[in-house]
C-alpha cells in the first residue's frame, strides 16, 4: 500500500491566507515525506525554501487579440490536467473556490477521457463565499465546483455555517480550522528590532491585512488616534486599495510620526514578535489567519466578532471582541489594555497558550486522513 502521496497545490500566490495556508500545508506535507507540486500563476509568496519533493508548476496565460479578457481558468485548467498525467498526481487540494475549485472538476472530466479518476478537495477559505458567493454572476460555478469536489472544507465552523445556507449544499463539509507552524514563534524579541520603531517604554500596536475594503483600515486608525495614550506606535504592515486613505488620515490626525508603514513583508513573525496588541477590525474574516499568528507571538487581539474571529480570538481571555464598526468600544479596550501592564501580559500569555491548540501536528492529520480516503493507488 503507498504510503508516500503525490500531491497536487492549487494556490493564489499574493500576498494572503489562503495562500499561506496552502503553502504552509504543502512544506508541511513535503517534510513528511510526500511529493507536492505548486500550480499557480506566480511562485506563490511563502514559498522560498528549496526541497526536493516540492515542485512550482506556473500557469502560462498567451495572449491572443481576439481575447479581451485572458482565459485564466482554462490554462490554469489545462496546466492541471497536464501536470496530474506527467507528475501522476494523487490528489488535488485547491484553495479557493473561483477560478480554482471550477477549473479543478473541469480538469477532473477531461482526466477522465484518459482514464485518470484524480480526487479533488477544495478548501473554502471566505470572501469566496462571503463576498463572491453573494454575487449572482459567480453563484451557479461556485455551487457546482463545490457539489463536484471528492471532499469539501472549510477553515471556520462559521463559514461552513454560512456556506450551507447560502448554497445547495448536497456534499458534506469538514471543518478543519486554519493552523501555524508554533516552532517559528519562538518569542525571543531582537532587541535591535524593538529598538528600531519604538523606545524602550512605549508600546507597539500593529495591524497586518491586504488594506481591502473588508479589513475596514479607517477603524485601525481611527482606533489608534482615538486612545488618550502618546506612549505607542502602529506598524501598519502590507498594501492595498485603502492605504493612501489610511496615510492620508494620519496626515490629518497629525499622527504620522507615531504611524509606520512598512508594506508587504514576508516574515512577519519577527515583526510580530515586538507587537503587544494586534488590530483586526474587519466587517467580515471567515478566520483571521492573522490573529492567530499574532496570538502565536504574544500579541493581544483586538478584533470584530464577525465570522469566524469568536473561534480564535477568545473575548476577555486572548483579546477583546467588538461589532463591526464600534470603534468606540475597541479605542476603549485598547486604552484599558495599554494602561494595564498586569493584564496586558495575562492576556499576551493567555493568546499564546490558546494559539498552541492550533498548532500544525494537530491540524496536519485531519488533512492527510481525508488524502488517504480519496487516493485511489492508497487503496490497492
Ligand atoms: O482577506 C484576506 O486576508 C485574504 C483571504 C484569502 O483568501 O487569502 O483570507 C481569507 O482566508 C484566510 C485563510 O483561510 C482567512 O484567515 C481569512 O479570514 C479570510 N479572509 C476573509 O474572510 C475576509
Known sequence: MKDKLI??????????????VATELGIAFAEKGHEVHFISYDQPFRLDIFSEKISFHEVNIPSYPLFEYPPYELNLTSKLVDVAIHEKLDILHVHYAIPHASAAVNAKQILLTYGIDLPIITTLHGTDITLL??????????????NSSD???????????????????????????????????????????????????????THISNFRKVKRIKDVINIFNNINNDNCKLLMIGDGPDRIMAEQMC????????????????????????????????????????????????SVVISTNSGGLPEVNKDGFTGFLSDVGDVKKMSKDLSSLLSNTQLLNEMKENAFEHAKSFDLPKVLPKYEEIYFKLCKRCQK
Open 7 to 20: 500531491i497536487g497545490i492549487v494556490c493564489y500566490p499574493t500576498y494572503g491566507g489562503s495562500g499561506v
Open 133 to 146: 458567493g453573494k454575487d449572482k454572476s459567480f453563484k451557479p460555478v461556485i455551487e457546482y465546483a463545490i
Open 151 to 205: 471532499s469539501v472544507t472549510t477553515v471556520s465552523k462559521d463559514l461552513m455555517d454560512v456556506t450551507k445556507s447560502n448554497f445547495r449544499i448536497q456534499n458534506s463539509i469538514n471543518y478543519i480550522p486554519n493552523f501555524i507552524d508554533m516552532n517559528l514563534y519562538n518569542n525571543d524579541i531582537p532587541n535591535h528590532l524593538r529598538s528600531s520603531y519604538a523606545k524602550d517604554d512605549e508600546f507597539i500596536i
Open 251 to 298: 496626515r490629518d490626525y497629525n499622527i504620522s510620526d507615531r504611524v509606520k508603514f512598512l508594506g508587504k513583508l514576508k516574515l512577519i513573525e519577527n515583526l510580530l514578535s515586538i507587537s503587544d496588541v494586534f488590530l483586526l477590525p474587519s466587517e467580515t474574516e471567515s478566520f483571521g489567519l492573522v490573529a492567530l499568528e499574532a496570538m502565536a507571538s504574544k
